[in-house]
Nanobody, 124 residues
Framework: QVQLVESGGGLVQPGGSLRLSCAAS????????MGWFRQVSGKEREFVAA????????WYGDVTEGRFTISRDNAKNTVYLQMNSLKPEDTANYYC?????????????????WGQGTQVTVSS
């Protein structure tokens, strides 16, 4: 059973930075493509970023505007999302997801395993 646990969320002022982490267990992490999505209550889940198994390829949603960076450390079974220049509209619950078959996708239906999410609030 693959388990994903996000951490690193919190309250940050506009213009600030946060680094989210997602620790995986129960599977072969290096064989999974990984993604980050976000969701505001009452709205659809939104693609943020994805990374392939080896970390050589990354994709970003339009929402990142070049401010976010996804990375992974397969030795630590962890994927990261570095978020800079945060805006109030980045406020959401951020989820990491694992895709067992595939190289990464912007489609949340392509991911088989999900974490519980970590809340990010950008406010002064």
């Amino acid at each position: 059973q693959v388990q994903l646990v996000e951490s690193g969320g919190g309250l940050v002022q506009p213009g600030g930075s946060l680094r989210l982490s997602c620790a995986a267990s129960g599977g072969t992490f290096s064989s999974f493509a990984m993604g980050w999505f976000r969701q505001v209550s009452g709205k659809e889940r939104e693609f943020v970023a994805a990374i392939n198994r080896g970390g050589s390829m990354t994709w970003y949603g339009d929402v990142t505007e070049g401010r976010f960076t996804i990375s992974r450390d397969n030795a630590k079974n962890t994927v990261y999302l570095q978020m800079n220049s945060l805006k109030p509209e980045d406020t959401a619950n951020y989820y990491c997801a694992a895709q067992v078959v595939g190289r990464g996708s912007s489609d949340y239906n392509a991911y088989e395993h999900w974490g519980q999410g970590t809340q990010v609030t950008v406010s002064s």
